[in-house]
């Protein structure tokens, strides 16, 4: 015979790894106001990868041009610069008041930057087979 927890104690259960999670964030992490991910390409197999992952979310998102901003929002403040052949650039903004500085020389580059929540800044520099994705939640 099974048995169901009820949803209350489903509830518990679920919340628990969070609460785990949160005590065991050192207290300032915890307040941090900007929470980022960022994944760069070590080596050239890497970048492979990446600037694959980059190029079918822009495939998803039906970007044909080699560089793309979008903005959700207010006061949001994007720049890319490129020089070369086979630059992507990737600019996403949701949120308010968000900067983003891209600049890509040399070929190959690939890199998103995506921007969540209230003030997150990012300036990414790359220069000749670089790729990576910076993903930020500020608040």
Do not use: C, W
């Not at 005590?23 to 929470?35: C, H, M, N, Q, R």
């Amino acid at each position: 015979m099974f048995s169901f927890a009820s949803k209350t104690t489903l509830a518990r259960l679920a919340a628990a790894p969070a609460l785990a999670l949160a005590l065991a964030i050192p207290a300032p992490i915890a307040d941090a106001k900007t929470l980022s991910l960022s994944i760069n390409a070590r080596n050239a197999d890497e970048a492979r990868a990446l600037n694959t992952a980059i190029t079918l979310y822009a495939i998803h998102r039906e970007i044909n041009a080699g560089a793309d901003v979008r903005q959700i929002g207010r006061n949001h403040a994007a720049r890319i610069a490129q020089s070369g052949d086979g630059n992507r650039g990737i600019i996403r903004q949701h949120g308010q008041n968000h900067s983003a500085n891209l600049t890509q020389q040399g070929g190959n580059n690939s890199q998103v930057i995506l921007q969540y929540g209230n003030g997150a800044h990012a300036d990414v520099h790359q220069s000749g087979g670089q790729s990576g994705i910076l993903i930020q939640y500020a608040r």
